[in-house]
């Protein structure tokens, strides 16, 4: 019989000797998620699905091959949403709420003995927050703290995605609606997808998504269907491959602050 592969722990699973006997450098992997609208196509789940999926992946890819100790916690599946808060189904914490919540788990994980936590983000509302917690947790209780986005760019991204969106396939678009054909085909209803790209944006120079000038938007800006890209052109190929360099990346990120230090 062949011995099964390795793979991460799951805080949950383990009993409170078996936490304070993990290793002293072991990271602790946070997905965070959402619950909120991705269009009429896509279900509420999508970041969370996306942030799970890519962490567990990514924490069993290390634990498999030794590289690093980890331990991978529940997924936070509620958080800042509240630019999709117009929408029927959206459940979102205000950002005083996520961000004591992200306080008081550092909190915890510290007083557990862990000293290194890492956050898989599926959710491009939370990243702003989450970065400044990174720093709230440091100072706070001493962690070293570290972020990877659950989505890749890059050479990856440009040959999976749709050169049609501009650039502007933000939420609910093309790569999302692939990752989750990939993931979760039975919740995509392709058959209710619709291109909704705001070709205005790209007149702008300054101004925009990726640009050296943000905005701020709430997402039935865009119309009211609630996504931006298009989700039309989708499909599982791009998702797989889409999927799998997110995992990697997400891999090589908890080796990298197992060891990581600035000094």
Not at 73 to 89: F, M, N, Q, R
Not at 171 to 186: A, D, Q
Request: no cysteine; charged share 20%; net charge negative.
């Amino acid at each position: 019989m062949t011995a099964p592969t390795p793979r991460a722990a799951r805080w949950a699973d383990l009993t409170f000797p078996d936490v304070a006997a993990l290793p002293e450098n072991t990271v602790a992997v946070l997905p965070t998620g959402a619950i909120e609208q991705h269009g009429p196509h896509l279900p509420l789940s999508t970041d969370l699905v996306t942030a799970t999926e890519v962490a567990t992946h990514a924490a069993d890819a290390v634990a498999a091959d030794g590289r690093a100790d980890v331990v991978l916690l529940p997924a936070l599946a509620y958080t800042k949403s509240d630019e999709h808060a117009w929408s029927p189904g959206t459940i979102w914490l205000s950002w005083e709420t996520l961000m004591s919540t992200l306080v008081d788990i550092g909190r915890s994980l510290a007083g557990s003995g862990i000293t290194r936590v890492l956050l898989v983000n599926g959710h491009g509302g939370n990243a702003a927050l989450e970065q400044v917690a990174l720093r709230e947790l440091r100072r706070r209780f001493g962690l070293a703290t570290f972020f990877v986005p659950a989505s890749v760019g890059g050479e990856v991204a440009r040959e999976h995605g749709n050169p049609s969106e501009l650039g502007l396939g933000i939420h609910g678009g093309h790569t999302e609606t692939s990752m989750m054909l990939h993931l979760r085909p039975e919740l995509v209803h392709m058959d209710r997808a619709v291109r909704r790209v705001p070709e205005r944006l790209d007149r702008f120079e300054v101004v925009g998504f990726g640009r050296p000038a943000s905005f701020g938007w709430l997402s039935d800006d865009f119309g009211p269907d609630g996504h931006v890209g298009d989700p039309t052109t989708a499909g599982a190929d791009d998702g797989r491959a889409l999927f799998r360099a997110a995992v990697d990346q997400a891999a090589r990120a908890i080796t990298e602050a197992s060891t990581f230090s600035v000094t």
